[in-house]
């Protein structure tokens, strides 16, 4: 994000009020804000209530989610690696060849590379700690693969979340062991990452497809192993993707997140955006639709340490037309940002006040900004 003088001057003179349209486009220019959406944002959903998808009449091929994405208003792109694998788990080479010509052709960007070890029925009791050797191998020699799909398409981070590793009872597994098994595959995925000038980060989340809880359930233990895979590789090359609706499930703080990882010297390196309500299933809703005051304080700390990574809008909206759903996120997330720099414009006021330990102040101090500005 570019922040200088000039345009923080602008927030409450140019830029006043809600932004929409031109002006929105504008803000998001002027201040080089990096809006993404994973391509399955764009497109058929479907659940176990409706297996035949939500809106059918959409064609789901990725050239198709693609034009939607692009028809929404967003340039950045997030992709899962088997898009580009063929039934063999070979890489399509036409396939990214083709990605590439619609991206370049719409001035569009591919931002970071999913790892997909979960849709896979072989994967249904893990990927890379099934507690088969044969497939926790093929699991690893997959993430590899998408390793070199990202380079071809040029994104600049991996991302691994480990969608089926984890257990549904208790006494299923040897927790330790999963874990030993995990951070092993890290240490590999990490260094071939690094040697590909590609970045690597770690996606938590409670529960869910696992029922029970997933190997790394918090941001909080995927900075733990971040920090352990960087002593063991030498270079400070794996850090956390946050998902705003993962943190919601477990009902952290997510501000609070983002200094823990700034104090811990773990890289922040991606942002899922999202809504979901605190202590429910991974809701995937339109970013910004939930608590206000909660966001535009997790963006803030975004803002507050640095963060030059993209949002990318990570949301199934089942009932609702993905493009116009995409379209809003866009703008909840700019607008809410903007909210997040009118208090950073004035950091200096606010930390003089937090010094007193006044928490009516505090409120009266950022309650405008949060509910008109």
Request: charged share 30%; proline share 2%; aromatic share 10%.
């Amino acid at each position: 994000m570019k922040i200088t003088r000039e345009n923080l001057s602008k927030l409450e003179t140019y830029y006043v009020g809600y932004l929409e349209g031109e002006k929105l486009e504008e803000f998001i220019k002027d201040f080089d804000i990096k809006i993404a959406a994973g391509h399955w944002a764009a497109g058929d959903f479907m659940d176990r209530f409706a297996t035949k998808g939500y809106f059918p009449e959409l064609k789901s091929d990725i050239i198709s989610q693609l034009e939607r994405v692009y028809k929404a208003g967003i340039k950045g792109v997030e992709f899962h690696d088997v898009l580009f694998l063929n039934e063999k788990g070979e890489i399509n080479e036409d396939k990214i060849a083709e990605v590439k010509e619609f991206l370049k052709e719409h001035d569009m960007v591919a931002t970071n590379m999913n790892m997909n070890l979960w849709t896979d029925p072989k994967y249904k009791m893990g990927g890379v700690t099934n507690v088969k050797k044969e497939i926790r191998e093929e699991a690893l020699q997959q993430a590899l693969k998408a390793i070199e799909i990202a380079k071809k398409l040029g994104c600049g981070t991996v991302n691994l979340w480990p969608g089926s590793d984890g257990w549904d009872y208790n006494f299923e597994v040897n927790y330790g062991k999963q874990l030993e098994m995990f951070i092993d595959a890290c240490i590999t995925i990490n260094k071939e990452a690094h040697k590909n000038g590609l970045k690597f980060c770690v996606e938590a989340k409670l529960h869910e497809p696992r029922e029970g809880n997933m190997v790394i359930p918090t941001t909080h233990l995927a900075a733990f192993i971040a920090k352990e895979v960087n002593r063991e590789c030498g270079v400070d090359n794996m850090g956390v993707c946050i998902d705003y609706g993962h943190e919601q499930m477990y009902a952290s703080e997510p501000s609070q997140t983002v200094y823990a990882l700034k104090v811990l010297g773990v890289p922040l390196l991606n942002i899922h955006s999202n809504t979901a309500k605190l202590h429910s299933n991974d809701e995937d809703r339109v970013a910004g639709t939930g608590d206000i005051w909660r966001y535009v304080d997790f963006l803030y700390a975004t803002i507050d340490i640095g963060y030059d990574g993209w949002y990318g809008e990570d949301q199934f909206t089942y009932r609702m037309d993905p493009v116009r759903a995409m379209a809003l996120s866009k703008e909840f997330i700019a607008n809410c940002l903007k909210k997040a720099l009118l208090i950073y414009a004035r950091k200096d006021e606010l930390e003089a006040i937090r010094e007193k330990g006044d928490q009516a102040e505090v409120i009266n101090f950022v309650k405008k900004i949060i509910l008109t500005g």
